[in-house]
């Protein structure tokens, strides 16, 4: 079963640091008038990755990438609430192998200056700019579904209705509505040569909460989810080909039964045409690279993306290691397990996740500077 989003950040990150970070005073509305003037960046660069029946291709050529996903890039202490340990970007991005992909968190909050609440691209800006010195591609998340690390707020179904219209103010982290953080967001990084694409929410999920208890045994699925989310996408994904009219939008699903993606949900909604390219996160640690079932299962998805013409992007795995199984083991396992999703059709492996201070003396998902897997990205990551 895929594990839920709160776990598999807390593994990854400093939790004693990144809890007391997180520390607000709750959301309330500001009137839209407040909101910040901000200034276009550079005019849309050409696209660099495209996206086919065959899979992705970079500048041109097949491309098959391997990577890391990387949520705390953009911690920036001095700054932002952050996320994480603050990483070395130079040294990040000049040890990624050539031709990798790199997916972190974009939230609003990374540019919102803690104190002030001045917009402030400066960290993020940062990111970019380590990844075009050495040539390396990124993925950018704008939102996360259950609001960690950025406005702390689990998105129900009328978010995905007009919620993300509103400004939802949370001091020190969201000043704007997630509309105009999108426009913001697309229109000031559009110009980098290293954006491979744009995914608006990592794991999106309409569904309803229980009161404040939005576990998963506490939430349920509205009959209208997958009308719901494809009509977000469409909306969403406009605004960014407004903005961006070149570049690849990724849907970013966990891929299994989650609301409004469940059977052939999956197809509905990812037949949209501001869809280019599909996910699948992958937790499950069993061994089987075609993990889940018949209805839901990577084997599934990976037949509805064919018939749809859209490549679809293990954007998420991960494997245990630390205390629990060693880095050598984890090594092993994991090759097999992308090697096997790579036979079966996939477009990619991002590893889950990078951390600048791995726990070696916990079980996580902590992948340190010198992981073995950093040479596993290396191996499997191809161009032409």
């Not at 909460?209 to 406009?238: I, N, W, Y």
């Not at 090594?331 to 990078?354: H, P, V, Y």
Request: with cysteine; proline share 7%.
């Amino acid at each position: 079963m895929v594990a839920l989003p709160r776990v598999r950040i807390l593994a990854a990150l400093a939790a004693t640091a990144l809890l007391a970070a997180c520390a607000h005073s709750g959301p309330h509305s500001v009137a839209t008038t407040s909101l910040p003037q901000v200034v276009m960046g550079a005019p849309s660069a050409p696209a660099a990755v495209t996206a086919g029946p065959a899979g992705l291709r970079l500048h041109g050529q097949p491309w098959w990438p391997g990577g890391f996903n990387a949520p705390q890039l953009a911690t920036d202490y001095a700054v932002n609430f952050g996320c994480g340990a603050e990483v070395d970007l130079d040294a990040f991005f000049r040890k990624l192998p050539a031709n990798s992909l790199t997916r972190f968190s974009l939230f609003q909050a990374f540019v919102v200056n803690k104190d002030t609440e001045a917009v402030n691209f400066k960290p993020a800006d940062a990111v970019f700019a380590a990844a075009e010195k050495y040539g390396r591609m990124v993925l950018p998340v704008l939102a996360a579904q259950t609001g960690d690390c950025g406005d702390e707020m689990f998105k129900q179904r009328q978010w995905y209705v007009d919620g993300w219209t509103k400004v939802n103010h949370v001091p020190g982290r969201s000043i704007m509505s997630f509309r105009d953080w999108v426009r913001t967001a697309v229109g000031h990084w559009r110009g980098s040569p290293s954006l491979a694409g744009w995914e608006l929410v990592g794991e999106p999920e309409p569904s309803n909460c229980d009161g404040s208890r939005c576990d998963l045994r506490h939430r349920t699925c509205p009959s209208d989810a997958a009308t719901v989310l494809r009509t977000f996408m469409e909306q969403a994904g406009k605004l960014v080909r407004e903005e961006d009219p070149r570049r690849l939008i990724f849907a970013g699903y966990v891929g299994g039964s989650q609301c409004g993606i469940a059977g052939d949900n999956f197809a509905q909604v990812s037949a949209s045409p501001l869809i280019d390219a599909v996910e699948f996160h992958d937790y499950t640690e069993d061994g089987n690279p075609l993990p889940g079932d018949a209805a839901n299962g990577l084997a599934r998805r990976l037949d509805q993306a064919r018939q749809l013409g859209k490549p679809l992007l293990v954007a998420e795995i991960g494997e245990y290691a630390g205390s629990c199984d060693s880095l050598d083991n984890r090594r092993e396992i994991m090759g097999r397990r992308i090697s096997g999703q790579r036979r079966a059709g996939t477009a990619g492996a991002l590893i889950w996740a990078f951390v600048p201070d791995p726990r070696q003396d916990q079980c996580t998902y902590d992948v340190g500077p010198e992981d073995p897997l950093w040479s596993l990205v290396a191996d499997t990551t191809t161009l032409g």
